[in-house]
């Protein structure tokens, strides 16, 4: 367990984010969609770099490479085509209805029932999620315990820091996770305000496991809030919100849920909103303080016109279609989907001679699989040539392994449309791109 000691911003982070940034254009290829040219009016010209001999084309999209890097992820057409939708007043009555219809699906997504949960969706990206929880239900001096498995989990900690929180880090070994006993003597050891937990840390496809920590936590230590990062898990992995009596989930809209990235989207248990109501001192934040933002969700679910700050119509448009595409079938068939095409994914892996950085088959995650390199291959040289093929996947993030690795995402469309090939296709190209850089299976 790590104390973590920085007072204020921690400038490292900021640096390692920029890292990060270069290690995703290290695949070398510009998305050919990335112009700011509406959806409806793109030409079908190809990027450079991209072989015509290995088409992708989806429907009314334009021919491109196949984005399956950790999120954002690829996009459905008629996602992308409700963000064409004219301008609207953000008070009007059609865009109200439109954003009140997208809070109350979002229950039904996160599964809860339970009138006091509360539903969240704030123009940001998925880390103003993390804002959200350290600035409302933390207080200056509160202990707040993080489980990190990576990147992510080490972000959270950052991000409570800054809030002035009393931040306990616990970290299991790259490409494992903290486990149960040793996290409920930590429970026991000190009263805690918040746990946090990521359930798939993206920097290394590690999946935790939520229920079993959720019933833990409320035996040893009941008054703690147990809240999940759950960015690179909502809608790809489960996540009964009321039945496994989570308290926080903060999740982000261009992963899973397949819709432009852009909103920050939230559910609050009512013992959440009750903790952030009996703060003493306010929320040292502005934009991202509950109280601002409670009265509105509440009034546009209620259809009823209210303004803090302006919404973006034409993403809650997208996120609408998107939710209303995902619970259209039943959750567990979604999930039964993305298990399916990850257990593939992990078997050709195998089959390959590679390993994953996850190490035990129950830390997997099904929305990605973070891929250890065969010693002779460089991410930098095979990172290309998957791009030539049609195929984006990352580089790694975690610092201790980050040259060592690459990120394959699979969630979303690439995964439940059957008229697309982008996981068949993705494993050919690594196969190939393997061969390429002279790697065979010993
Ligand atoms: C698990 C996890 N948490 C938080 C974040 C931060 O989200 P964003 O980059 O949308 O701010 C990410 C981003 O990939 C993530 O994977």
Redesign the pocket.
């Known amino acids: 367990m790590t104390p973590l000691n920085f007072p204020n911003n921690n400038p490292a982070s900021a640096s390692s984010r920029v890292g990060l940034l270069s290690r995703h254009l290290a695949a070398g290829v510009q998305h050919p969609a990335s112009s700011s040219t509406p959806i409806a009016f793109l030409s079908t010209t190809q990027s450079p770099g991209f072989s015509s001999s290995q088409p992708s084309k989806m429907s009314s999209q334009p021919e491109h490479p196949a984005l399956l890097i950790?999120?954002p992820i690829e996009f459905d057409d008629a996602v992308l085509q409700s963000m064409s939708h004219f301008s609207e007043s953000h008070v009007g009555p059609g865009f109200v209805a439109t954003f009140g219809e997208t809070l109350s699906m979002l229950r039904k997504l996160f599964q809860t029932t339970s009138p006091s949960s509360q539903p969240f969706v704030i123009s940001g990206?998925?880390?103003?999620?993390?804002d959200l929880v350290a600035a409302n239900l933390a207080e200056p001096g509160d202990n707040v315990l993080v489980l990190s498995t990576g990147y992510?989990g080490d972000?959270?900690a950052d991000c409570f820091n800054v809030y002035g929180a009393n931040v306990d880090k616990m970290a299991g070994p790259v490409g494992g996770r903290p486990q149960l006993p040793e996290i409920e003597t930590v429970l026991k050891s000190k009263k805690y305000k918040i746990i946090t937990v990521?359930?798939?840390?993206?920097?290394t496809g590690v999946l935790s496991e939520i229920q079993k920590l959720s019933e833990m936590v409320k035996s040893v230590s009941p008054d703690t809030l147990l809240i999940v990062?759950g960015?690179?898990s909502v809608a790809c992995e489960e996540i009964a919100f009321d039945a496994w009596n989570v308290d926080g989930v903060v999740t982000?809209s261009?992963?899973a849920i397949g819709c432009p990235?852009g909103l920050s989207i939230s559910m609050f248990s009512g013992k959440a909103i009750e903790a952030f109501k009996a703060r003493k001192s306010p929320p040292a934040s502005y934009f991202a303080s509950m109280k601002n933002w409670m009265p509105i969700m509440q009034n546009y679910e209620a259809k009823k016109p209210s303004y803090f700050a302006t919404p973006s119509p034409q993403l809650i448009h997208a996120l609408h279609t998107a939710l209303s595409q995902i619970l259209a079938k039943p959750l567990s068939e979604r999930f039964a989907k993305h298990k399916e095409a990850s257990d593939r994914i992990k078997k050709a892996v195998a089959d390959l001679g590679l390993k994953q950085v996850a190490g035990s088959p129950d830390d997997q995650a099904h929305g990605m699989t973070a891929i250890y390199l065969p010693e002779s291959v460089k991410a930098t040289d095979i990172l290309p040539k998957l791009a030539k093929n049609g195929i984006i996947f990352a580089g790694g993030i975690h610092k201790e392994i980050a040259p060592k690795y690459i990120r394959f995402g699979h969630m979303g469309v690439s995964v439940t449309d059957p008229a697309r090939t982008d996981i068949d296709r993705a494993i050919e190209a690594l196969k190939s791109g393997l061969a390429e850089c002279g790697y065979q299976k010993a």
Do not use: E, N, R
């Open positions: 950790p999120g990206s998925g880390t103003l999620g993390w992510f972000g959270f990521t359930h798939v840390d993206t920097s990062d960015v690179c982000a261009q992963k990235a």
